[in-house]
C-alpha cells in the first residue's frame, strides 16, 4: 500500500508575497540560519532593483525561467546495461533545478558577500547568461545526445 504524498505548505515571503521568493530563501538557509537567508535575499534584490532599474521579482522569475531545463537524462537499465534516456522535466522540479543551480553558481563565486554574488547570478540568469543557464544548456546538450534511448523512457 503506497502512502499519499502530501505536499508542504509553503507560505509566501512577508515582502514581495511571493511563495517563489520565499522558496529561494529556503534554499539560502544554511544551518538553520533563515534571519541570515532573508538578509541576503532582500539585500540582493536590492541590488538587483539598483542595477538593472527593473522590478527585482520581474527579474528573479525571467532568471528562473531562463534557467530552468525543459529535458533531463535519467539512468534506466535494460539487460544489463544503463542507458541515459531523456525525459521531460515537470512543473515542480524545473524551478527546483533552476534554483537550485543559480545559488549553487553564486556560491562557486569567491571574493564577494553572498548578496553580491547571488544579484549578479539572478541578473546573469536574467539576461540569458551565465553558470545555471549554461548548465541547463549543457542538460539540454546531453538529452539530446541520448535521443536514441528515448524509446526506453516510459
Request: hydrophobic fraction near 50%.
Given at each position: 500500500m503506497a502512502r499519499k504524498f502530501t505536499k508542504h505548505e509553503i507560505k509566501p515571503d512577508l515582502v514581495y508575497n511571493s511563495e517563489l521568493?520565499?522558496?529561494?530563501i529556503n534554499q539560502v538557509m544554511r544551518c538553520g540560519k533563515k534571519t541570515m537567508a532573508?538578509?541576503?535575499?532582500?539585500?540582493?534584490?536590492d541590488m538587483i532593483k539598483e542595477k538593472t532599474k527593473k522590478e527585482p521579482l520581474e527579474v528573479f522569475e525571467t532568471a528562473l525561467t531562463n534557467a530552468a531545463p525543459l529535458l533531463e537524462v535519467r539512468p534506466k537499465r535494460v539487460g544489463g546495461a544503463t542507458y541515459q534516456v531523456p525525459v521531460e522535466v515537470k512543473g515542480d522540479r524545473k524551478v527546483a533545478l533552476a534554483m537550485r543551480w543559480i545559488i549553487q553558481a553564486a556560491k562557486t563565486k569567491k571574493g564577494k558577500p553572498m548578496r553580491e554574488k547571488l544579484a549578479e547570478e539572478l541578473i546573469l540568469a536574467f539576461n540569458n547568461d551565465g553558470s545555471?543557464?549554461?548548465?541547463?544548456?549543457?542538460?539540454?546538450?546531453?538529452?539530446?545526445?541520448?535521443r536514441a534511448f528515448a524509446h526506453f523512457a516510459r
Open positions: 521568493v520565499a522558496k529561494l532573508v538578509k541576503i535575499v532582500y539585500r540582493a534584490f545555471a543557464v549554461k548548465k541547463k544548456l549543457d542538460t539540454h546538450r546531453m538529452a539530446e545526445a541520448n
